[in-house]
């Protein structure tokens, strides 16, 4: 099985170094050079389970999800376990989002100049460690003398190629079985954001559960679905539930489909569209669906509110391109200079070329003296890196 692994943007000196991982294969295999990847970077280990919600769990992905399934299979080779082993989670390879603070638009092809649809974002979290990060959202000080790695400092890119599925390219943060955002070689992109940045409280710890987890929806999405329309029928019909705070997904396709699925509090499910530019930050767009009759931001909302007026504005009418996305998504980055008094940054800004099934992304390296932010030279990742033999 091809696996190549290198580091892409950053390193030791910088705030962030960006693995790309590339494998082809089996998911089975696939799933096995991940779990060894996170393993390697991130010292992920199993962690326990109760046996009756285990074997739930596998039977809801053999009958939903199997791609995900065999690459859980592919974990438990490379550790050496059974993978029918109903004492442990083999997925979950890594950690989860707890809160961020992102925008997302989709420009659909009939309003682009060049006729192709694109989908962009800026991901943007917290520069702390884990610890201290946990202690802020709990609302107690930073432990002294934490010397952990920022949560953060080691994305990765991830492009598979199975022998059984579409090859995807995929970007996260800390949990290599999930995704953030991604593309598949169908031309179709996902995106997560935070849902509700005002009213969310810190996280429940009610573990994995029977379906799928928020930051697997993404990558669930790119490796059974083409397009949006069937990305929406796949959505409808399964179980989800938050682990980490609650999301919401932006969805687009090459053809001009796209839409914003959030669920509410209740369990009502929602899928928001657009017949122009889509913009999505972190507030649920079926409460507020007009972008001229947004409330006043608060402390807690992450300026979800000006965020989202400010690139709605820039996004507006035709003759749209990629570059009036990435300068609409540049002006509400959030740096030291963002009235917030939360520590975040945008971390990546990705824009996804739908009809080239490409990822092009530029990741942040840390700040200047002065304060500006610094960033590594935009990428770009096809979602077909390999040639099927």
Not at 30 to 41: C, H, K, M, N, S
Not at 141 to 161: C, K, N, Q, Y
Request: glycine share 10%.
């Amino acid at each position: 099985m091809p696996v190549t692994t290198e580091i892409v943007a950053g390193g030791d000196a910088d705030f962030m170094a960006v693995h790309h991982v590339t494998a082809s294969g089996s998911q089975t295999e696939i799933g096995r050079a991940l779990a060894e990847q996170a393993r390697r970077v991130h010292g992920w280990r199993p962690q326990p389970a109760d046996p009756v919600k285990a074997r739930a769990r596998r039977a809801w992905f053999a009958r939903h999800w199997p791609q995900h399934l065999a690459r859980m299979r592919g974990a438990a080779e490379a550790l050496g376990l059974d993978p029918d082993d109903d004492t442990v989670h083999l997925d979950g390879a890594g950690g989860v989002p707890v809160g961020s603070a992102c925008s997302a638009s989709y420009y659909p092809p009939g309003r682009t100049t060049d006729g192709r649809a694109v989908l962009g974002r800026n991901y943007d979290f917290f520069t702390t460690s884990a610890e201290a990060l946990f202690a802020m959202l709990h609302g107690r000080p930073a432990p002294e003398g934490d010397t952990g790695l920022p949560l953060s400092s080691r994305p990765h890119v991830i492009t598979s190629i199975p022998d059984d599925g579409p090859a995807t390219t995929v970007l996260t943060m800390n949990e290599l079985d999930g995704a953030m955002e991604g593309v598949n070689e169908h031309g179709l992109a996902v995106a997560l954001l935070i849902a509700d940045a005002e009213t969310v409280s810190a996280p429940v710890e009610a573990g994995p559960q029977v379906g799928l987890a928020t930051a697997q929806l993404p990558r669930f999405l790119l490796d059974t679905c083409t397009t949006a329309a069937a990305a929406l029928d796949a959505l409808l019909g399964a179980k989800q539930y938050d682990l980490g705070v609650p999301l919401h997904y932006l969805v687009g396709d090459r053809s001009g489909d796209a839409f914003v699925w959030e669920r509410g509090p209740g369990g009502d499910e929602h899928a928001v569209r657009s017949d122009g530019a889509l913009c999505v930050t972190n507030h649920l767009l079926h409460r507020h669906p007009d972008p001229a009759d947004l409330p006043e931001d608060t402390v807690e909302s992450l300026l979800t509110y000006r965020r989202h007026r400010t690139i709605a504005e820039r996004s507006a009418g035709g003759g749209l391109s990629a570059e009036r996305m990435r300068e609409a998504l540049d002006v509400v980055r959030v740096d030291a200079a963002t009235d917030t008094p939360y520590p975040v940054r945008t971390l990546w800004r990705s824009v996804f070329d739908l009809d080239r099934c490409t990822m092009a992304t530029r990741f942040y390296l840390g700040d200047e003296p002065g304060g500006a932010p610094r960033y590594s030279p935009e990428l770009e990742f096809p979602a077909r890196t390999l040639q099927r033999v």
